[in-house]
């Protein structure tokens, strides 16, 4: 509702969800973005089990030297970067990374989990016991990150392989949508509604009625049983 422009990228696939949140202004947030999504389409392919994490991690050090690149050629975009959240599928298994505050949900069981960890500044502050959440809400360095592919070489990305199950739920968003929406409302949308495309466009428009501050990007996707080719994905 207040952003003119869209810095946010993201992509659902057969094997690949990803959401990237952009910055720097001026379009900048928008070309680390899609240039960072851009990398993991090309993963989008059959990926052996046992190599899910490093092949996602590649990925993700691909992205990160793309970015630099553009910086390089291009001075004037010096100071752009994104977070990044995805997901590489293969079977009943998933690699997870996170760079920065974009997050991944899982519905499982009618419960709501958040299943990645923010990397900033007020989240280590949370975590070491200094805030609480009431002053999380609040305060002033809320969206100061501790990690974004921006180009540089000391990227820390959390990673993670996990099981998925037949019935599994799962959101990947920007901070633009769990910013503004309670874990309870999404929580509620996520159980309430079959369709994932209707889940999409009601969590959107909650974060519109929320305000709408930042770009909302969001991806529900659903764990289907496809027989003798074990689980899969149905994205919106």
């Given at each position: 509702m207040l952003r003119e422009e869209n810095e946010d990228s993201a992509y659902a696939g057969r094997r690949v969800l990803a959401v990237a949140d952009g910055m720097g202004g001026h379009a900048a947030g928008?070309?680390?973005?899609a240039a960072v999504i851009e990398e993991l389409r090309a993963v989008d392919?059959?990926?052996?089990?046992?190599?899910l994490v490093a092949?996602?991690?590649?990925?993700?050090?691909?992205?990160?030297?793309?970015?630099?690149?553009?910086?390089?050629?291009?001075p004037s975009l010096q100071g752009m970067g994104t977070t990044l959240t995805a997901m590489l599928w293969s079977g009943a298994q998933l690699a997870l990374v996170q760079i920065g505050d974009s997050r991944a949900y899982l519905l499982r069981d009618?419960?709501?989990?958040?299943?990645?960890?923010d990397q900033t500044l007020v989240q280590t502050l949370l975590d070491d016991g200094k805030i609480?959440?009431?002053?999380?809400?609040?305060?002033?360095?809320?969206?100061?990150?501790?990690q974004a592919l921006d180009g540089r070489s000391d990227i820390a990305p959390d990673l993670q392989l996990r099981g998925a199950l037949v019935g599994d739920r799962?959101?990947?968003?920007s901070d633009g949508l769990w910013d503004v929406v309670s874990p309870e409302a999404i929580h509620?949308?996520?159980?309430?509604?079959?369709?994932?495309?209707?889940?999409?466009?009601?969590?959107?428009?909650?974060?519109?009625?929320?305000?709408?501050?930042?770009?909302?990007?969001?991806?529900?996707a659903d764990v289907v049983d496809l027989g003798e080719h074990d689980a899969g994905l149905t994205p919106a």
């Open positions: 928008e070309i680390a973005s392919v059959d990926v052996p089990e046992d190599d092949t996602l991690e590649e990925a993700v050090r691909r992205a990160n030297q793309k970015v630099h690149g553009l910086v390089e050629a291009d009618d419960s709501l989990y958040q299943i990645t960890h609480n959440e009431e002053e999380a809400a609040t305060h002033p360095f809320r969206s100061m990150l501790l799962y959101l990947l968003c509620k949308a996520l159980t309430g509604i079959t369709d994932p495309d209707q889940v999409v466009g009601d969590l959107v428009e909650a974060a519109n009625a929320g305000g709408g501050p930042d770009n909302i990007t969001c991806i529900v």
